[in-house]
């Protein structure tokens, strides 16, 4: 096992575009996180799942997010109609169930929108 | 809401030196996590070192060790014996035990190391 995994690691794209990001979790972990990451600030939760069900979604989760985790396994986090407001790292984080577990977090999405 | 500050954007220490960053944070609960992370440049994001607050003894692993202050809401890291691979940006993290599972971080410190 070599971890999480993210693809693409980094996105040009124009503004109004469509991007799409995977995430592929630690094979035994059932729980998958996105972040989001800006320049110079820790990560910003936006959503989790416990398995293919997503338990929460942040309010930074503007209606042009959408994830969605269809078999338990990988993720993938879709962004519509992209603004220049939504550069930033997105990163990936699995775990097992429970607080203490640790979260274990992929290399990120770094996405450029011009 | 829970918040975490990290009051110190960047921080310098001497090689073989020991170095300590702060952390506060605010909440309302008492039983929680407290995390420190490492993202070294260019390089996905590590745990280094975990907190339970029921627990009242401070972590311990390796050259790194907390001290946790439940009372003053304080979670200081000290890192002992710097290395020039410890070079990084460090956060602080707060999960809790109770209601979803999300952790909420610290804006981060920017450690160098000297030779």
């Known amino acids: 096992d070599t971890g999480v995994s993210q693809d693409p690691r980094h996105k040009i794209t124009k503004r109004g575009q469509n991007v799409t990001f995977r995430c592929d979790p630690i094979?035994?972990?059932?729980?998958l996180y996105w972040y989001r990451q800006t320049l110079g600030q820790g990560p910003e939760f936006l959503t989790y799942f416990q398995n293919e069900a997503q338990l929460e979604k942040s309010r930074l989760l503007s209606d042009r997010f959408s994830a969605e985790r269809p078999k338990g396994s990988f993720s993938t986090l879709e962004i519509q109609r992209t603004e220049q407001g939504d550069s930033a790292m997105y990163l990936c984080?699995?775990?097992?169930?429970?607080?203490?577990?640790?979260?274990?977090f992929g290399p990120g999405t770094r996405l450029t929108v011009t | 809401a829970q918040t975490v500050t990290q009051s110190q954007p960047e921080m310098s220490v001497q090689e073989a030196e020991t170095v300590t960053l702060s952390c506060t944070y605010d909440t309302s609960e008492s039983d929680y996590y407290l995390f420190w992370y490492k993202q070294p440049p260019s390089r996905q994001m590590i745990l280094v070192i975990r907190q339970e607050a029921y627990k009242q003894q401070n972590a311990t692993e390796n050259r790194f060790s907390v001290n946790f202050q439940k009372a003053a809401k304080s979670f200081s890291l000290k890192i002992s014996d710097s290395q020039l691979g410890d070079a990084a940006m460090y956060f602080c993290a707060y999960r809790s035990a109770l209601v979803n599972n999300d952790m909420r971080f610290g804006a981060g410190t920017r450690l160098t190391v000297k030779p």
């Open positions: 094979s035994e972990h059932n729980r």
């Open positions: 984080a699995s775990s097992l169930s429970g607080g203490s577990y640790e979260q274990y």
